[in-house]
């Protein structure tokens, strides 16, 4: 069942240029992960079952006042059987996107773990990654401030540009935000990426 999960793990070969851009969802189990996608994609909130595999959707995303941009976007289980896949998915993504529950609160050790590892992983070191800290809309949700300092973002690599955006995929509030600074992000890392590469 692994293997063949990860033979289908996307390559971002086909994508053309600006037009789309791939991003990998990921995030311990329960923390609202396919239900933010579906509030994406349908705009309103569906309560999903644990996700044994992979989810794929395509989501147009307006990206200031007159553009838009599609998100291929992989939502990949969250079980720990599942957490070793993760990096054959986010292998050349343009970027990743980290779900935390913020009213989970006795999980986000654990949650901090796996968010630095995925980072270290030599192929993602760079990656823009965008946190959402969900389930704002539940009592006890702890700020972004606090998400930021339990998951101590500010150990990730100085090459890894990130942004933290409280939301809800109940109500969708955040989402917007967080995909817009999402996709500053990765234009300006792809930028760098191609001045450093003519300086060679």
């Known amino acids: 069942m692994g293997n063949h999960l990860t033979e289908i793990a996307p390559n971002s070969a086909f994508l053309p240029g600006f037009q789309s851009m791939h991003v990998v969802v990921i995030g311990l189990d329960s923390s609202g992960k396919t239900s933010l996608l579906y509030r994406l994609k349908f705009g309103e909130f569906v309560k999903s079952v644990p996700t044994k595999g992979f989810n794929m959707e395509k989501i147009k995303v307006a990206v200031g006042t007159s553009r838009s941009t599609i998100f291929q976007v992989w939502d990949v289980g969250g079980q720990e059987k599942l957490r070793p896949l993760w990096k054959s998915y986010t292998r050349r993504t343009d970027g990743i996107v980290f779900v935390v529950d913020a009213a989970e609160v006795e999980r986000m050790e654990e949650a901090k773990v796996e968010l ?63 995909l817009e600074k999402l996709y500053e992000i990765i234009l300006k890392r792809k930028k760098s990426l191609r001045h450093s590469k003519r300086k060679r």
């Open 116 to 178: 630095h590892k995925i980072t270290k992983i030599t192929e993602n070191q760079g990656v823009p990654v965008l946190i959402l800290a969900n389930k704002q809309d539940l009592p006890g949700a702890v700020s972004m401030a606090e998400v930021e300092k339990l998951l101590a973002v500010h150990e990730l690599t100085s090459s890894t540009l990130h942004y933290i955006q409280g939301c809800s995929a109940v109500d969708g509030t955040g989402l917007q935000q967080g």
